[in-house]
């Protein structure tokens, strides 16, 4: 269970720098869906892209420091949450809302995986 975890941790921490920098890069798909499907402002994707890049390079940190990644993961579950009930409000239905929903599945399971270490 530790290297599922740690092979998890990687792979989420390589897909929110990703996710991270298509943000903060003013992606015109990104604004565009921010800002006429969901209804946010453009300011509102570049705080998401802040907080996915930060809770990346947290993910990282965590392979030292466990305690981090826990957290971090926790970010990424709250994180996906919203954009699970943002899909969902929008009226995009689940077909749409299924890769958060994994994302969220997999950044609980670094969560779960790493309670037992964050007192490191």
């Given at each position: 269970m530790k290297w599922t975890v740690?092979?998890?941790?990687?792979?989420?921490?390589?897909?929110?720098?990703?996710?991270?920098?298509?943000?903060?890069?003013?992606?015109?798909?990104?604004?565009?869906?921010?800002?006429e499907v969901y209804g946010y402002g453009v300011g509102f994707m570049y705080v998401v892209g802040a907080i996915?890049?930060?809770?990346?390079?947290?993910?990282?940190?965590?392979?030292?420091?466990?305690?981090?990644?826990?957290?971090?993961?926790?970010?990424?579950?709250?994180t996906m949450v919203g954009a699970v009930g943002t899909h969902l409000m929008a009226g995009q239905g689940i077909g749409v809302a299924t890769m958060p929903i994994v994302l969220l599945i997999l950044a609980l399971i670094v969560v779960l995986g790493r309670r037992s270490e964050r007192a490191a």
């Open positions: 740690r092979i998890l941790q990687g792979l989420l921490a390589l897909g929110y720098l990703m996710f991270g920098f298509m943000k903060l890069s003013g992606n015109e798909m990104q604004a565009q869906a921010f800002s996915e890049l930060l809770a990346a390079i947290g993910l990282i940190i965590g392979f030292k420091k466990p305690r981090v990644a826990f957290y971090s993961a926790g970010v990424i579950v709250l």
